[in-house]
């Protein structure tokens, strides 16, 4: 049986919605309740799937059902296609399941020729509106269809204007227009090297498939990986009756919202043109009217439209966009859809309509996006800017900055300490680096990936970052960003706008973050129903503070690392890894341990109530000591420059440790609980050091934390085994000496496939795990995570090799099966195991969405996106599958 790939308008609905596309299901659905809509029938989502395999070719049957639509409309209008008398002229309308708005192709008045633009003039007693109709439909035909260059029908245009001495479209005559229709013809036929057809039919025809080829053209294919939308939908086409905005002073056209869509307010807004028809309004050709002014120009239609706005929206139950025709006075409903919107006017419209008893809390929260919560968490951009960017990156965190440029982390610490505003521009981050990027406004790299280390550090301080922005050029010595031919020294000002990746060369006007009563009232919905705990990662008192403030359950890792790379504490840590005895080791550590305490103590006091889960030591030592090079090129100079002989020693001696520790693969080798297995002073000084500044916070604050111990990038059950016995030696030691114990737990980390696979063993030492899913997307693919993503890892995504960046979205079939297994096999030995994630993805919907699905019981993601892994979490426990898109 021959597939249906054709519906006339009375037979969908608003559940037809994948089937005949947003657009046509919307004016089904519209006819079904008594809103004026012109007739129509709509070429299905599947009839342009089956063209996209075919490579352009329809499939068996199409065009005979296409002709037997257009014959059925033919019968309900009373009109002809091509007819001479009461001739019918359709527009062509793309239409696809998710809003896609502009980013397709519309042509109008097909049907309009040599043959029958006489029986229009006649019909309505207009001859200026009948050539007018004629000579868009020609523009829009030859630009759409055929593939014109459409600079040279408005340069025809402009000059014809110029020539009759007018400044609108609307001021040429009939005459004036005879006149272009022939010039446009002759600019279509010049470019096809021929006669373009006028047989309506096979216009007809080729509208429809030059509207499939859209959903594949540039800009749509960018929206579509923008939004997550998937590229095997296709669209739909509705070939709909025309009605004439154009047919003079009593006509009009115009595009209205039910709400505000930029403040989400209960108010009028829309705008609309007399005598004119849609692209007008789209494209800026004239200036259109605030929609109120429409009361005294066309009162009745006006109050009718009004009255429809009401009824849809009561219908929808959610904010409208809606397109209409006004013809000599009738109101036609072209479209309504869900109306895009600001994330501010998202919380404002869902807020009110729970409110208005409209909707509940749930329905409000399937309303809202996780992601657009995201941009009201950081200082944005003005959008009014008018600016064009210089240079584009990735988007490694959102939010905007503005800053004079410095080139290395002191003077950003300098300068920044002083409360200067700078942006650190780096090739890439380091951990070096982290005391620049606490204090500076925002950071630009030429090197890194979306979950570089400065993109996770900028992400967990709520830093905007443009990550990998390859064109840029930086000189680190001579102090110079190059982009393009412009040469920016240190102390110009750039904007960063972390959001979208774009760099702008000057001071670019900011506005504040938004969070208001709307944006609490909806988290806090989305508290009540989620099922999944939100921790955050934080280290230090600002992140956990924040993270607190932001609704954080307590932390579910604190990275120890990045207490070691002080000033104060670095010289210790080298006196450490070049001891070259464990007494010397373990005395290097004695003075490690205050430090590390008083960093537990802030953050403990942040959290204090809650769950903290530190990670012991987990990068390989080498990350503590100089570069190689830079090594050996300072022991170098000091021979050659003869130089103090005690600072040649020690420079030797650090080189020597830096050649013995040097790695060629150091993320897959000695560290995590390999050093500690190595050197177990170092969990031992770590574990005092949780245990003493636990006990302190009690004792000043009356209540301290839950205390969980987490031991890194364990893959053999005896690593586990061998250092918990280390800890919780420790532990009994601290809890004697003060005379007193506190409740503690040691779990560790799942980073690697061969742990999860033996989880159920690994589980016997674990009170808890938590998937490390960075490293384990990294380990269980098999890529080095910058590597990849300033290499093939982007033309893949782009290439549709793969649908997701998999360090962005968890890889589902594969790393997610891994945390599947893990959890499944640790819960098979201990049933009330408790288990997490850690990685970035702990903070993106569509891996929490899939990390309700296993039964996590927590998630753990940077501060600022807390309250968006509160809101995802709310809206994977209602069912609202992510990836369904």
Request: charged share 25%.
């Amino acid at each position: 049986m021959t597939e249906k790939y054709i519906y006339d308008l009375h037979e969908g609905d608003a559940t037809m919605r994948n089937l005949l596309g947003g657009k046509g299901a919307g004016v089904a659905e519209m006819k079904k309740v008594g809103v004026p809509v012109p007739d129509a029938f709509t070429v299905t989502t599947v009839a342009c799937v089956e063209t996209m395999k075919r490579g352009g070719e329809w499939p068996e049957g199409l065009a005979d059902q296409v002709a037997e639509g257009l014959h059925r409309l033919e019968e309900r209008t009373g009109r002809t296609l091509g007819g001479k008398e009461k001739p019918l002229l359709v527009s062509i309308r793309s239409g696809a399941v998710f809003s896609m708005p502009g980013m397709m192709d519309t042509i109008l008045n097909l049907g309009i020729s040599d043959d029958t633009v006489g029986a229009i003039a006649q019909e309505f007693g207009n001859e200026r509106f009948a050539w007018d109709c004629y000579r868009r439909f020609i523009q829009m035909y030859g630009e759409v269809v055929e593939g014109v260059d459409g600079h040279a029908y408005e340069d025809a245009l402009s000059a014809m204007k110029s020539r009759k001495g007018v400044e609108q479209d609307t001021d040429l005559s009939a005459e004036d227009l005879k006149e272009l229709v022939d010039e446009f013809k002759q600019i279509s036929n010049d470019a096809l090297g021929g006669e373009w057809t006028t047989d309506p039919v096979e216009q007809l025809n080729r509208a429809i498939n030059a509207v499939f080829k859209s959903w594949l053209n540039p800009r749509a294919d960018v929206y579509r990986k923008a939004n997550g939308i998937s590229a095997d939908l296709g669209t739909a086409v509705n070939v709909m009756q025309m009605v004439f905005g154009n047919r003079g002073e009593t006509s009009a056209t115009g595009v209205c919202f039910t709400r505000n869509p930029s403040t989400g307010e209960k108010e009028l807004y829309g705008e609309f043109l007399t005598n004119a028809q849609g692209e007008d309004v789209v494209a800026g050709i004239r200036t259109p009217r605030p929609l109120a002014e429409m009361e005294q120009v066309l009162p009745e239609a006006y109050r009718e439209l009004i009255d429809t706005m009401h009824k849809m929206e009561a219908h929808y139950k959610d904010m409208q966009d809606m397109e209409f025709t006004i013809e000599d006075g009738h109101l036609y409903l072209l479209q309504t859809r869900n109306g895009k919107r600001t994330a501010a006017a998202a919380l404002k419209v869902a807020s009110d309509l729970v409110n208005e008893g409209v909707i509940d809390k749930n329905e409000a929260l399937n309303r809202i996006e996780p992601g657009q919560l995201d941009q009201l968490l950081h200082p944005a951009i003005d959008p009014n800017h008018g600016k064009q960017a210089i240079a584009k990156g990735l988007p490694a965190s959102p939010g905007a900055a503005v800053g004079e440029l410095v080139f290395d982390a002191d003077t950003a610490a300098e300068r920044g300490g002083k409360g200067e505003p700078v942006v650190l521009v780096r090739f890439e981050t380091t951990p070096d680096d982290i005391h620049g990027v606490i204090v500076c406004q925002g950071i630009l790299t030429a090197h890194g990936g979306m979950t570089s280390h400065a993109a996770v550090v900028a992400r967990g301080m709520g830093k905007p970052c443009v990550a990998g922005a390859a064109g840029i050029k930086i000189d680190p010595l001579a102090k110079t960003l190059t982009i393009g031919d412009t040469v920016f020294n240190e102390g110009d000002v750039l904007t960063l706008n972390g959001s979208t990746g774009e760099v702008f060369g000057e001071a670019l006007e900011l506005i504040p973050p938004q969070i208001n009563e709307d944006f609490q009232n909806v988290v806090s919905w989305a508290d009540e129903v989620r099922t999944l705990g939100v921790r955050a990662n934080a280290e230090n008192f600002e992140d956990a503070s924040k993270a607190r403030e932001l609704g954080a359950e307590g932390i579910g890792l604190c990275r120890t690392e990045h207490m070691f790379f002080g000033a104060d504490r670095l010289p210790a840590v080298r006196e450490m890894i070049t001891a070259d005895n464990a007494e010397q080791r373990a005395a290097a550590l004695e003075k490690i341990l205050p430090m590390q305490q008083a960093d537990f103590e802030q953050i403990f006091t942040a959290m204090k109530g809650l769950p903290v889960t530190v990670r012991l030591l987990d990068p390989p030592l080498h990350e503590f000591l100089p570069n190689l090079v830079e090594q050996s090129l300072l022991v170098q100079k000091l021979e050659l420059t003869n130089g103090d002989a005690a600072e040649l020693e020690e420079a030797r001696k650090v080189l020597a440790q830096v050649k013995k520790l040097h790695e060629q693969n150091p993320m897959l080798g000695t560290r995590g609980c390999r050093l500690a297995m190595l050197y177990p002073e170092i969990p031992d000084m770590q574990a005092r050091a949780i245990i003493k500044a636990a006990l302190a916070v009690l004792e000043r604050e009356g209540e301290t934390v839950g205390i969980e111990i987490m031991i890194p990038l364990v893959a053999l059950p005896i690593e586990l085994k061998t250092q918990r016995e280390i800890v919780e030696a420790a532990v009994k030691d601290e809890f004697a000496k003060a005379g007193q114990e506190l409740p503690y737990t040691i779990g560790t980390m799942i980073e690697l496939p061969r742990a999860a696979m033996v989880a159920d063993q690994i589980a016997e030492h674990a009170d808890f795990y938590s998937f490390g899913t960075n490293d384990l997307t990294q380990t269980t693919i098999g890529i080095s995570r910058d590597d990849a993503e300033n290499g093939f890892l982007t033309t893949y995504v782009m290439d549709g090799v793969l649908e997701k960046n998999p360090f962005e979205s968890i890889d589902v079939e594969g790393v997610g099966a891994v945390v599947r297994t893990g959890v499944e096999k640790g819960r098979s030995a201990k049933p009330d195991l408790k288990c997490g994630v850690c990685g970035e993805h702990g903070g993106d919907p569509a891996s929490i969405d899939f990390f309700q699905e296993v039964g996590l019981n927590y998630v753990s993601c940077s501060p600022f996106r807390v309250p968006i892994a509160r809101f995802a979490a709310a809206k994977a426990a209602l069912g609202e599958h992510v990836n369904d898109k």
